[in-house]
């Protein structure tokens, strides 16, 4: 995968919350995140933005020991792991500011 920002949008529908994925090659929980976050789009609409700090020297100083790190509304809002239920409270949070 490309190093930077990757836009998956849902449609690139204006309003809908955006998610970004900060994540590295072969990090298995990142993996699983990026799993995690294209199932709850079927439930939610959100685009979301991966981005891959694999080589970027401010990137990997800044997520490296945090990853997968998901960030909801420009707000830091997961590491490590996603908790589905709290996600989906998050993001119904952000879609109505």
Same mark, same amino acid.
């Given at each position: 995968?490309? +190093? #930077?920002? *990757? *836009?998956?949008? =849902? #449609?690139?529908?204006?309003? @809908? $919350?955006t998610v970004i %994925?900060?994540? =590295? /090659?072969?990090?298995?929980?990142?993996?699983?995140?990026? @799993?995690?976050?294209?199932?709850?789009?079927?439930? +939610? !609409?959100? &685009? %979301?933005? &991966?981005? !891959?700090?694999?080589?970027? $020297?401010?990137?990997?100083?800044?997520? +490296? /020991?945090?990853? $997968?790190?998901? /960030?909801?509304?420009?707000?830091?809002?997961?590491?490590?792991?996603?908790? /589905?239920?709290?996600?989906?409270?998050?993001? !119904? =949070?952000? =879609?109505?500011v």
């Amino acid at each position: 995968m490309q +190093r #930077g920002a *990757k *836009k998956e949008g =849902a #449609g690139g529908t204006t309003g @809908s $919350p955006t998610v970004i %994925l900060y994540h =590295a /090659e072969g990090c298995h929980l990142c993996e699983r995140a990026r @799993s995690q976050l294209h199932a709850l789009r079927a439930q +939610r !609409d959100f &685009e %979301l933005h &991966e981005v !891959d700090i694999t080589g970027v $020297p401010g990137l990997e100083a800044r997520y +490296r /020991e945090l990853i $997968p790190v998901v /960030e909801i509304g420009g707000e830091q809002a997961f590491t490590y792991y996603i908790h /589905e239920a709290a996600f989906l409270r998050r993001l !119904d =949070a952000q =879609a109505h500011v």
